[in-house]
C-alpha cells in the first residue's frame, strides 16, 4: 500500500509528489520556494542548509531540533513539522534571534545566516537553557562555552561562517532572553510532536519505506536484502550527494518505538538504537562519564541531533567516534532478525572492512553496557579541528585499579586498522599489575604496536602508532590514580 507523505512547512500542509527517495530535504524546500536554506558542502558539515523540525521531547511535548537539511531525504519528514529561517521572521517581524544577529552585526554575505538562525533558534527553545545568577552581572558563566544567558555555543558548532568571523555571531547569541510566554514557537514546545505515520512510496524503480513497527521493518529486511536502512542519514546522505548513490529500496527506521528504548538496570543500561546521540546523552544524564568525554568530540550538535549509535555501529566505519569508546565499555549489541533476537559482544561484532556479523535482515535493536563501570576513563580523539571533523586516531580508555594494581581495563581503538578493535596485548600488558610509570611505559610501547594502521591522508602510519603510544602516557599523567608498588 502506498502513502500520499506530507510535510508541514511554517504552518502550511505541504504533499510531497513524485519525490525520489535521494531527494534530500534541502532540494525539496529549495523547489518550493523556500531559499533560505542552503548548500555549502553537501555533507553535513558548515550547516548553512540548518533547519528546525518539531521532535518529542519525551515528556509529552515538542523540542525544537536542528537538522542538516542536506542530508535527510525529505520523505523521512512524512508527517512532520518543520520551521525555516523564512517561517521564524519576516521583514518587519523579525524573530528575537535574527533581529540580534543584525543589529550585532553577525551576517555580511548573508550565505550561512540563515542556518545560523536556525540552529540558534533551536537551542534558544532549549527547556532547561539556564541564565547564570544575577549577581554576577551578566559576567558569569558555567564555562567557557555558555553564555551568561545559558546559551550553549555547542549549538552551533555544526555552523561555519566563511565572512563575518565568530565574535558577532556569539554576542547575538548571548543577548537572547528566555522567550516570552505568548512567543509563538515557545508556546508549540507544551504540546505534542506530530506522531509518526507509516509511509510507503514508489517513484519509477525506487521504493521508500517507513515501517509501523520491528516486525514489519523485519519482514521487509526479510523480503529484500538489498535495501538500505537510514536512520539520521548522516552517512547515507553524504554518499548520496558526493558519490551520487542511489538505493533501489530505502527502509527509514529511526522512529520505531522498539528501536527508541532506554532502561537503567541494575546490571546493565540499554539504549536504543535509533535514539539519536543528543537525545541518548540527555537521557543518560551523565550515568556514563566516558561517553560524556565522547559527545562533544562526535561531528557536532547539527548531526547528533540526527546521528544514532545504530547507525554509526551499522556502517562499521575503522573511523567512527563511538565504537572505541563502546568497545571500552564492553558494551553488547542487540540484534533482532526475523528468528527474534540475540546478543553479541560488540568486540567479535566487526568482521572485516566495513562488514559485521550482523545478518541482512538483522536490525540493530539496541546496545547494551554493562555495570558497574569502570571509575577512570578518558577519550581521546586525535584530528585537526577540535570539533566537527573526523578522527585519524581515536583511543577509548576504562580503568580500574585497586590497592594500586590494575584489576580491570578495557582500551577500545579506531582508526588504526580495518575495524575498530581492543588493544588486547596492552589490556595484558597492565592487568594484575603495579599501576605505575614503569609499567605505563611498557604498555605504551606495546600500544604503539597495536592494529595495523595505513598512510592516508588524514596521517601517516608512523604518526598513528605515535598517537597511540603518547595517548596512554598521556592517560596515566592525568589520571589521578594513586601509583602502586613496582614488585
Request: with cysteine; proline share 8%; charged share 20%.
Amino acid at each position: 500500500m502506498t502513502t500520499t507523505p506530507s510535510v508541514l512547512v511554517n504552518g502550511e500542509q505541504r504533499p510531497v509528489v513524485d519525490i525520489e527517495p535521494y531527494v534530500t530535504a534541502l532540494d525539496w524546500l529549495r523547489d518550493q520556494g523556500l531559499t533560505g536554506a542552503k548548500e555549502g558542502c553537501a555533507e553535513g558539515e558548515c550547516g548553512a542548509c540548518s533547519i528546525m523540525v518539531a521532535r518529542p521531547d519525551g515528556e509529552g511535548g515538542t523540542l525544537w531540533t536542528a537538522l542538516n537539511a542536506c542530508l535527510v531525504p525529505v520523505l523521512s519528514l512524512d508527517g512532520q513539522e518543520v520551521v525555516t529561517a523564512e517561517g521564524l521572521g519576516k521583514p518587519g517581524a523579525l524573530h528575537p534571534v535574527q533581529e540580534e544577529m543584525a543589529h550585532r552585526g553577525g551576517s555580511q554575505c548573508g550565505y550561512c545566516t540563515p542556518g545560523f538562525i536556525c540552529s540558534m533558534a533551536a537551542e534558544n527553545y532549549r527547556p532547561d537553557r539556564t541564565p547564570a545568577d544575577p549577581s554576577s552581572n551578566g559576567k558569569a558563566a558555567a564555562d567557557p562555552e555558555h553564555g551568561p544567558n545559558g546559551f550553549d555555543l555547542h549549538a552551533l558548532s555544526g555552523n561555519l561562517c566563511r565572512c563575518t568571523g565568530y565574535r558577532p555571531i556569539r554576542d547575538a547569541a548571548y543577548a537572547l532572553d528566555v522567550p516570552p510566554g505568548d512567543d509563538r514557537f515557545a508556546r508549540r514546545c507544551a504540546t505534542p510532536a506530530p506522531a509518526v505515520p507509516a509511509t510507503r512510496v514508489r517513484v519509477g524503480d525506487a521504493e521508500f519505506a517507513r515501517p509501523s513497527d520491528l516486525a514489519a521493518a523485519v519482514a521487509m529486511l526479510a523480503e529484500r536484502p538489498d535495501a538500505t536502512v537510514i536512520a539520521g542519514c548522516t552517512d547515507w546522505g553524504v554518499e548520496v550527494n558526493l558519490r551520487g548513490t542511489r538505493a533501489p529500496f530505502v527502509i527509514a527506521v529511526d522512529r520505531l518505538p522498539e528501536l527508541r528504548t532506554f532502561d537503567v538496570g541494575p546490571s546493565e543500561i540499554e539504549i536504543g538504537a535509533a535514539l539519536t546521540l543528543s537525545e541518548a546523552e540527555r537521557l543518560l544524564e551523565g550515568r556514563i562519564p566516558l561517553l560524556d568525554q565522547l559527545w562533544p568530540q562526535f561531528a557536532s550538535r547539527l548531526i547528533r541531533n540526527g546521528a544514532t549509535l545504530g547507525g554509526n555501529l551499522g556502517t562499521a566505519s575503522p573511523i567512527g567516534d563511538a565504537p572505541p569508546a563502546l568497545l571500552a565499555l564492553e558494551a553488547t549489541l542487540v540484534l533482532a532478525g526475523p528468528g527474534g533476537e540475540r546478543e553479541v559482544a560488540l568486540a567479535d561484532y566487526f568482521t572485516g572492512y566495513r562488514q559485521t556479523a550482523k545478518q541482512p535482515a538483522e536490525l540493530i535493536r539496541a546496545v547494551r553496557i554493562p555495570l558497574p563501570l569502570a571509575p577512570t576513563v578518558a577519550f581521546h580523539k586525535i584530528a585537526k579541528r577540535r570539533f566537527d571533523d573526523i578522527s585519524s586516531v581515536a583511543i577509548a580508555f576504562a580503568l580500574q585499579v585497586a590497592e594500586g594494581v590494575v584489576e580491570r581495563v578495557a582500551i577500545g581503538l579506531g582508526g588504526v586498522a580495518a575495524t575498530p578493535i581492543r588493544a588486547t596485548a596492552t589490556e595484558d600488558t597492565l592487568r594484575g599489575r603495579a599501576w605505575t610509570a614503569d609499567t605505563v611505559r611498557e604498555a605504551a610501547a606495546v600500544l604503539g604496536g597495536e592494529g595495523t594502521p595505513i598512510d592516508d591522508h588524514r596521517a601517516s602510519a608512523a604518526f598513528r602508532a605515535a598517537m597511540l603510544e603518547q595517548s596512554l602516557l598521556k592517560f596515566h599523567a592525568e589520571s589521578e590514580v594513586p601509583e602502586g608498588k613496582a614488585s
